[in-house]
């Protein structure tokens, strides 16, 4: 009998910019590499994103949400167990921004998004994300010094994703919008990732299309999906109501190697710029 891997629940976060030749009916998204030697999609581009840790659906979490609480998450995310879970996607996917990137999707005490565009804020942040990447300092321990709140009202549900079942890791992914702090400028963490970009979806697939910009089926979908849309307000405006189905992607030998495909049951919103069974 082969055994199947539990899943392990994760956040991901699609952050969205306006270029700076742009008159606002075009956008960038943010996309880090992946280490070569990460024991999943190594040396491929990515969203800013990980796993959900304990802390991250903590009863107290709920007090540091703008626009979120318990029960709206539940609502949101229907699908997840334990259901206190559901708030921990949102927490896990700014969080995981911030550690990775670099950005923080938080406000301050008078209602302002946080900048962090001067020396001063931008070394003091740079030592939160260095410990808290070191595990010297928790998340919300940041928040509580520095009397902040996240904005989880700024990140928009937009997909939910399952590794195949085969895979030695597997990860049940909450795929998020939101745009960029205006303030911020990300940089990726050196470690676990090896580059950033900015890039417009569709040319992130044209790349991709070429052989020069390796990704895994997951993330060509949603870029497939997103590029389909002229501003960044009609993207955050389509998760308004939006019927979010789980996605459980399937492993199929083509040519003589296994390749992550869509599961039969599915059609990809949009062509796939590569050939669909391929996923490459």
């Known amino acids: 009998m082969t055994m199947v891997t539990i899943s392990r629940d994760a956040a991901t976060v699609m952050i969205l910019r306006r270029p700076c030749d742009s008159s606002g009916r ?8 992946r280490h070569p030697g990460s024991i999943f999609a190594p040396d491929c581009y990515v969203f800013p994103g990980g796993c959900l840790d304990e802390e991250d659906y903590a009863p107290e979490v709920e007090r540091f949400c703008r626009g979120l609480n318990q029960a709206r998450a539940r609502s949101l995310i229907r699908d997840i167990l334990p259901p206190e879970k559901a708030i921990g996607a949102w927490i896990a996917g700014i969080r995981e921004t911030f550690e990775e990137v670099g950005l923080l999707l938080a406000y301050e005490r008078d209602g302002s998004l946080v900048s962090i565009d001067s020396e001063v804020q931008k070394a003091q942040y740079s030592a939160y994300r260095r410990a808290l990447i070191e595990g010297r ?3 919300l321990d940041i928040l509580e010094q520095e009397r902040l709140t996240l904005a989880t009202d700024h990140l928009h549900y937009f997909s939910h994703w399952i590794t195949p079942e085969p895979l030695p890791y597997r990860y049940d992914v909450r795929f998020f919008l939101a745009e960029a702090p205006a303030d911020q400028e990300g940089m990726h963490d050196g470690l676990e990732l090896t580059g950033h970009v900015w890039i417009r979806p569709k040319d992130a697939l044209e790349q991709c299309k ?4 390796g990704m895994v089926l997951p993330t060509i979908v949603n870029l497939v999906e997103v590029s ?5 307000e009609e993207a955050i405006r389509s998760t308004e ?26 059609i990809p919103n ?3 710029p590569v050939h669909p069974e391929s996923g490459q």
């Open 270 to 272: 949009g062509p796939l």
């Open 137 to 139: 300092i928790g998340f």
């Open 228 to 232: 389909g849309f002229m501003t960044i």
């Open 26 to 33: 075009d956008f960038e998204v943010l996309m880090v590499l």
């Open 241 to 266: 109501a939006k019927v979010i189905p789980a996605i459980l992607t399937q492993m199929k030998m083509i040519r003589g190697e296994y390749v992550e495909v869509m599961p039969e049951d599915v």
């Open 210 to 213: 070429q052989g020069k910009f």
